[in-house]
């Protein structure tokens, strides 16, 4: 197995170890555009399940910071907190298929 491969396989595997750190500095220090490629889209898809959160927490102060908690309000928010887990579900599963399709393949 060579180093290109294992470098792609482990920026999509890097969810479970260095999150989005991992592969920005794959993708920095890489010359391969094999690498750079696999090393992007573990990038971008380790910051998908980081987008919703500001926007919950948000929320979440403003609501009580302007008393206008209602009934519904904090349903909505764990709606919210159980959908982004959901999709951080997700996110991690679609890497771990894309890593073991990077270690599956014989020649790129």
């Known amino acids: 197995m060579n180093t290109e491969k294992v470098l792609a396989g482990l920026s999509d595997l890097s969810i479970f170890f260095a999150g989005f750190i991992f592969p920005l500095v794959v993708f920095l220090v890489s010359s391969s555009s094999y690498v750079k490629q696999h090393a992007k889209k573990a990038f971008l898809s380790h910051l998908i399940p980081i987008v919703p959160v500001p926007f919950l927490v948000g929320s979440a102060v403003y609501l009580d910071m302007t008393n206008q908690i209602t009934d519904t309000a904090p349903i909505a928010i764990m709606i919210g907190a159980l959908l982004t887990g959901l999709i951080a579900i997700i996110v991690t599963i679609?890497?771990?298929?894309?890593?073991?399709?990077v270690f599956a393949i014989e020649d790129y």
């Not at 679609?94 to 399709?101: E, G, P, T, Y």
């Open 94 to 101: 679609w890497n771990l298929v894309k890593a073991i399709k």
